[in-house]
């Protein structure tokens, strides 16, 4: 086989060896999942088989069963009565396509294979490469087009889904996330009926604060977490999408995921190349939480920015201040925090704008100057503070945005998103605006932001970067009347391209990606954020909630988790400081509050609570999830395991959230142990009488079999139980 084989230092910067694959059937290989696809050249690409991994040898078994067999890039022409991934308009008008293999290539990255599938129209010069990554570290398969023509004129993208995949019909169930500000990310499972069923988003600038673009399919009835096969899907995209799935009087369940192509139809002229995002697919056969534990090692391992590095406990001034910044509390907090054993301080919104100061969240936004009045000394003076008292620094900034009563927008109210022709319409505190960030004056103006802070503050550690506004506004002053359709995507190009150029520079400093709360909790961005705010909610309780269903596609790493004060500022609710503390302990540990209003008693828990942190934060940021007793099943109770990889440790977390008379309380199990070792177990947090298997030694065969009575006392109580294997 003809091979072109760069020098193997260079492959070890992205650089790929590439040969020609002629055999018919192409193994798409994972550890354990393999999907078989059929590219025989002049005819149509098929996908035969997506399960566990199969080997060469089992092809042929493959087919004699019962094979797939379905186009693997559905396009509309030739029999276009059902629903299809690819939808365009010719130069001459001719809405239809004939594609067919020309050829297929394979490269090897350093830590995935990519397979390259070129489709051809038989008529138009019209091309589609459908490309499939296998990762060699995680169960995870990414699939996705680039699609280019050289027609005399431009060609309508109309429809252009990133990827396909049929399920066999039986008793099968869709899990996906829906919420809204405050009440994100809540799980629902339902059966898959006839009829189609979309997910889909129009917010425009924000994705996931409503649905979610990832969905968990479960092929052997009701979703259970550790047994069954279920395919996890999540689209890697920070814009409007859409998920299909059509079971219209068919054998088989038709999936796709892509762009939402809803008032986004795309020009794209000779020669240029649009690539769709990516759709990442995983098969498990141990349920739902086999699936969730691929995605997170698929995303500690790359989809997420660092994410193989802990993150550090924080403190963000939001909830102790607001936007009443000033030296003195800033230092205040910083000093009080670094004395409890905190790591970062973060000021939020609130120290900016000179014209026009941010005492209101009515003003400002687009004018980064410092408020002198608040802060004298400027920025800079708070980050040698927080020098000083021994923690890192960081800052709010909402770069995306402006309002009416801003500097910026006296100067450039073109850079707005906006119809030339229409009076804008206003989101928060009655003037927030969007600005156009398909207009490269505008990135360049975004990157300059950020440049601007670090040039200015060379050990600024940390950014929040948040966005509080959708797309209300449809029109753009910079693209042109034939190009207006491409808003919805280029304004995610766009963000793509700023954000490329910040890491490029900026590669150490640390993100977060909030919006509105949980509003980019996406795989569209998480390349170039370390974390994202999971809800702007921080009550304890229902936080459990919005928590379990994030952790069904994201790793604890990425999930910023803080305690606030009690009585809760979005709630009302008065919960223990050990159950927020427990709570917020599953993902990057934080707080949300002003600590000089803690008595002695409470600084002292969160002293030892820190610590112990500290001590445990391997195991939950870059160990494997097991959710065990879900909040969703109406028991009162929830319970969690983090398990080491190689499950030399483990931490367990449970929680009583409600409590009656002669309430029925569970033996609490636990998964993801060596059946074959002994654990000595160790509570944490703990503030009572030590238990009866305080510091004893149980096989990991009894926990998982048998686990143990936990006395749980009242409402909001909860357990966190280190088990160390000897």
């Given at each position: ?444 103006f975004i990157f300059g932001v950020v440049d601007h802070l670090m040039q200015e503050n060379p050990s ?169 007793l879900s909040p969703y099943g109406n028991s009162g109770f929830c319970s969690e395991l983090y398990s080491a990889p190689d499950k030399s440790e483990a931490v367990f ?74």
């Open positions: 086989m003809k091979k072109i084989v760069f020098l193997p230092a260079l492959i070890g910067l992205g650089i790929m060896y590439v040969y020609p694959a002629h055999a018919k059937d192409l193994l798409i290989n994972t550890p354990r999942t393999t999907l078989l696809l059929q590219a025989h050249e002049g005819h149509d690409l098929r996908v035969a088989y997506y399960g566990s991994r199969i080997e060469a040898s089992d092809v042929a078994a493959v087919y004699a069963a019962g094979a797939l067999n379905r186009s693997a890039y559905p396009a509309f022409g030739a029999g276009c009565q059902d629903e299809t991934a690819l939808s365009v308009r010719h130069a001459d008008g001719n809405m239809t396509l004939d594609m067919a293999v020309q050829g297929s290539t394979v490269a090897e990255e350093a830590n995935a294979t990519l397979t390259t599938v070129t489709l051809k129209d038989r008529l138009y010069p019209f091309t589609v490469d459908v490309c499939y990554r296998a990762y060699k570290n995680s169960d995870v398969i990414e699939t996705w087009t680039v699609i280019s023509h050289n027609e005399k004129k431009n060609v309508r993208l109309q429809q252009y889904a990133s990827g396909f995949l049929p399920v066999r019909i039986g008793d099968v169930w869709i899990s996906h996330l829906h919420g809204n500000w405050g009440a994100e990310a809540e799980l629902t499972a339902e059966p898959l009926q006839p009829g189609l069923k979309v997910i889909k988003n129009t917010d425009g600038a924000r994705n996931t604060q409503t649905d979610h673009p990832e969905i968990m399919i479960s092929l052997d009835g009701r979703p259970e977490e550790n047994r069954g096969r279920v395919i996890g899907a999540a689209l890697c995209w920070s814009g409007n999408y859409k998920l299909r799935v059509d079971t219209r009087g068919k054998h088989l369940h038709y999936f796709f995921a892509g762009i939402n192509e809803e008032h986004s139809e795309y020009e794209l002229k000779p020669g240029q190349r649009f690539t769709t995002p990516e759709l990442a697919l995983t098969y498990s056969e141990e349920g739902l939480g086999g699936a969730s534990r691929a995605f997170h090692r698929w995303a500690r391992n790359g989809k997420v920015h660092n994410g193989t590095a802990l993150r550090d406990i924080l403190l963000n001034s939001w909830e102790g201040v607001y936007l009443n910044v000033n030296q003195e509390n800033m230092e205040e907090m910083m000093r009080d925090f670094s004395a409890l054993g905190g790591e970062l301080f973060v000021m939020d919104d609130g120290w900016f704008g000179e014209k026009y100061r941010r005492v209101k969240d009515n003003s400002s936004l687009g004018d980064w100057m410092t408020d002198t009045v608040k802060l004298p000394q400027g920025v800079p003076a708070l980050v040698k503070a927080a020098e000083k008292h021994g923690v890192k620094f960081g800052i709010w900034i909402e770069p995306e945005m402006t309002n009416s009563k801003s500097e910026l927008y006296e100067k450039h109210p073109d850079w707005i998103v906006c119809p030339p022709q229409r009076n804008p319409i206003h989101g928060r505190g009655g003037s927030q605006l969007v600005l156009d960030v398909s207009n490269p004056k505008v990135q360049d600024l550690y940390y950014i929040k970067w948040d966005c509080n506004m959708s797309i209300m506004n449809y029109g753009s002053h910079y693209l042109t009347a034939d190009r207006q359709s491409h808003l919805y995507v280029d304004f995610h190009l766009g963000l793509r391209k700023v954000l490329e150029r910040i890491r490029n520079k900026y590669p150490k400093l640390v993100m977060q990606a909030c919006a509105s709360g949980g509003g980019r909790a996406t795989y569209g961005l998480m390349p170039y954020f370390e974390e994202f705010w999971v809800s702007d909610n921080t009550d304890a309780l229902q936080r459990l909630f919005i928590q379990w269903g994030t952790s069904y596609f994201y790793p604890s790493c990425a999930m910023a988790q803080h305690v606030s004060a009690s009585p809760n500022h979005q709630t009302g609710r008065r919960i223990p400081l050990k159950f927020r503390f427990d709570v917020a302990m599953t993902g990057r540990l934080g707080m949300e509050m002003q600590p000089k209003t803690m008595n002695d008693q409470e600084k002292e828990f969160t002293r030892q609570a820190i610590a112990t942190y500290k001590e445990i934060r391997p195991v939950i940021q870059q160990g494997d999830q097991y959710r065990i977390f449970a929680y009583k959230m409600e409590n009656f008379v002669n309430q029925f309380t569970p033996r609490f199990r636990m998964d993801g142990l060596d059946p074959a070792r002994n654990y000595r177990i160790t509570e944490l947090n703990r503030t009572g009488n030590p238990a009866g298997f305080e510091g004893k030694t149980f096989s990991g065969k009894f926990l998982m079999e048998n686990g143990l009575e936990l006395y749980m006392g009242g409402e909001f109580a909860s357990k966190v139980l280190r088990l160390q294997a000897e």
